[in-house]
């Protein structure tokens, strides 16, 4: 079994920051990538950002802005958030893409959380 969990999100102003972070634990032989995706309200899932062994991706509205980073001594992952804008506004969802003790690829994903930018 693998459990991600995720810290809280929360209310920011525009042009605020906010980092979130994830931590991944149970049964991981190694971590293949660690990607936040976000859904907002009335809209699909889309990717956020993405880091593996040799690449970092970010979504095209969050360039320049948001920074992925990875502790693979934790087995965490974290998204820092500046400049935050009204359209960040959805739940956010950590990813990760591993190999377990057993040998076996998996997809997990947290249960999400909340940021809401607003004045």
């Known amino acids: 079994q693998v459990q991600l969990v995720e810290s809280e999100g929360g209310l920011v102003q525009p042009g605020g920051s906010l980092t979130l972070s994830c931590a991944a634990s149970g049964s991981i032989s190694s971590i293949n990538t660690m990607a936040w995706y976000r859904q907002p309200p009335g809209k699909q899932r889309e990717l956020v950002a993405a880091?593996?062994?040799?690449?970092?991706d970010y979504g095209p509205s969050v360039k320049g802005r948001f920074s992925i980073s990875r502790d693979n001594g934790k087995n965490s992952v974290y998204l820092q958030m500046n400049s935050l804008k009204p359209e960040d506004t959805a739940v956010y969802y950590c990813n990760v893409v591993l190999i377990s003790q057993g040998g076996q690829i998996g997809d997990y994903w947290g249960r999400g959380t909340q940021v809401t930018v607003s004045s």
């Open positions: 880091i593996g062994g040799r690449y970092i």
